[in-house]
């Protein structure tokens, strides 16, 4: 039971009212008050109380003894073949209903309706109301009978449906709160063969020639073979046969995206074993662009029409033309490195790009190629702060050990130089970056020649770098040139060395006065050691050193600029071992789809430049050996992309001649291409059978008292057109209907008296409802729903109405029950004032003390031959109390002496 108040303000009266009665009576009250008035006064004081209790409106909550229930039948269409056995079941548990119960019929499903009303006698004959079987919106059917039950805490709810639906856990947690307890009888249902087009899904924005990459999820309870079809703004434009598994089962589409606008895609799937068509279709769209701008910086013009292939407006540099102004590259959306040396610019140019990409959001596509990555000089420098990958590969596992010789001429032509720099000098400071890149499993041996050769370095382990670049700090120039010698011993040592790689670098720049090391050469390659030379200078053999390297199977370089040096001599022995450059052939292996949804294999590859990725990189395609070929990240803004083979055929043959060439290179290159940015943002979505449009643009940017109206193309073509209201500054809303499935193109436009200031577009999608998913519902199942609301599973007719549910309850105004009170009250006050009642209660008082006080008389030689007793404080208190007892019976034997004196008078 429980009390409540209206307007408990109202007891605030109460002391105020007993107060003013008690000053009242004060101010005309100047003697004892008889016993009239006190009477008054208290009769007075609980009249007023009363009335201020009827004023507050109290009520309590009371039994009404009656049990409310409801029964809510499911009538969606996944419930189709069961709903005549439903029906049958309510007929007869309603027959059956408890007397002095009440229950009614709620039936449900995209929308929910009352079949039958409450009644202690409901008649329920079919369902005759027209519901939606389009869904299962088991919530609104909760909701309503929640809403009809006669009070709180009343009746039950039992669901009778095929168990594929579900309900909202706010709702399941309302109805719990209210003590409604959720019962449940499911008739299951045969399973149907179906396969369902779960989802579609394309870039939301892209460039106009690029390539649309679209992918097509479609679920199945069973094997089967169909078609799937492809349709493009409502026209038809792949069709494929395809084979279905249990499950979930992806396929890949690529389109080309031909003009701008919003473009429409929908896909279907047909198959003679599908027994459910409704969830056969999904559509999607997207926002094509102009085509856009990308700044090819490369050594050669030919790579260009790889690009130009795949749609992209191309504008090709050189590296020394970089822009060294970060607002030079504004006009561009993305930048593509070609086989670029990082010293073929300088710092400032490079510290432009990275400004370019970390904050005006361009993108940045770095290919490999013999002047890239570790052969390009790019570790430690900004460009590979950019890439997702590093070129330090010394420690990764399993890389080939390495030996290598330097041979260095150390002749006195060696001391001539420019700029206060010595040929030898450089030449030393080159040998001694080569060792930095070697690890700690590879040998090095650094050979001193002029006309004999003698080691600067022993043929050794690089464990302790600083000691041997000491050592080659320790030669000297001096004395004639002889090629045998140096030659001689570096074969010999080489071929003794067991490693898997064997390379040496041999400098000089002048003339051998020696002869018949040719056949030193020879024999180096018939071993598997390779001899790559480097002539320095104008007055170097560059003949006699490129034949020496054709006959020793490596490289030749001449260099008139011996700065070259350094650079030379660490690309070789990047070259030479295994660490940094693969040479063989292999097929790249997809690791991440979301670059590469439209393909579902690669040609092989001869080569790659080794790197490793970084923690936070995403590697779409790598090696046999688990090294990235593919990989990118988002950095500042902006987002890379690194190819680590080459884009020239040297190690892309096979790819540069695939029919999809252009459209991956092209599609690399839009992987890292920046938003469109678009002149505010226009949104939609589809709920039911109404659509909501949002148009939000900056407010400083919008001009007063525009005409804002979208123009909305519906699936089937047929065109509306809605005016968007601005709810607030710079955002537009407004409301459209939307009765079919798939893809709708919006348009919107501002105008200005007639002309058209701006225009917008975009698209919005509605799926088949979720009742034809058959994956389910998501929400909280009936299992969770009885227990949230302490229900149970009725698996019988007979126990249909077995469980105890709490009877209903309502609230009882007390109002008129004190308004009552307190006139009955007030009555029997102004009787008491009025009606001589005091005569009365006096003598009766007197009487009932006469009779009180009677008693057997003692006699007076009793009391005498009583020998007094001490009395103690107690027994004082007793006889005071007599004593006082005694004068108010005199007192009252007074007053009834006058007032029979009265009478007889």
Known sequence: MGFDFTYPWALLLIPIGILIIALINRRYTTHTPSLRRRVSLWMRLVVTCVLVLAISMPSVMLPSGKVTRWILLDMSDSSAPVQSEMQENVKTALEQLPEGEEAGVIVFGANAMVETPLSQSPSFTGVHTAIDGSGSDLDSALMLASALMPSDNAGSITVITDGNVAANQTTANIIGARGIQVDSMSIETSQITDAQLTEITSPSTVYEGQTIPIQVVIDANAAMEGSLVLYQNGELTATRDVKLSTGENRFAFSDTAAKTGVVTYQAQFISPSDMQSRNNRASTHLQISGAPTILLVSQTDSIGSLFTAAGLKVEIIRASELPATTERYLPYDAIVLNNIDYESAGSDQWGALSSAVKTLSRGLCVLGGDSSYALGNYRGTVLEELMPVTIDVRNKLQVPALSLIIAIDKSGSMTSGQFGLSRIEIAKEAAMQAVEVLSAQDNIGVIAFDDQASWAVPFQKTTDIAAIQNMIGTIRAGGGTAFYSPLQASFETLAAADTPQKHIIFLSDGQPGDSEFQDIALAMKKTGITLTTVAIGNDANSELMKLLSTLGGGR??????????????????MLAGASYVQNRIFTPVITENSTLTAYDGFPQLAGYLTTVEKPTATVSLQSDMEDPILSWWNVGTGKTIAWTSDAQGAWTENFLSWESAASFFGGMVAKVLPGVDREGELSATVQDSQMSITYQIDPTSQQEGLETTVTIVSPDGSEQETTLTEVEPGIYEGKAQAELEGAYALRLSQSEEGTQVRSQESGAVKTYAKEYDLRGESGSTLASLMQSTGGHEVTDLSSFWDQQVTSAQSRKSLFTILLLLSLILLLLDIALRKLPWEDAFYQWMAKHRHV??????????????????????????????????????????ALLSALNARKKK
């Open 556 to 573: 030749s370089y001449v260099t008139t600029e011996f700065d070259n040096l350094p650079k030379i001599f660490t690309k070789e022995t």
């Open 852 to 893: 009180k006080q009677t008693g057997p008389k003692v006699s007076s030689e009793s009391k005498e031959s009583e020998a007094p007793k001490p009395k103690t404080k107690k027994a004082a208190k007793v006889d005071a109390q007599k004593a006082r007892n005694q004068a108010a019976e005199q007192t009252t034997d």
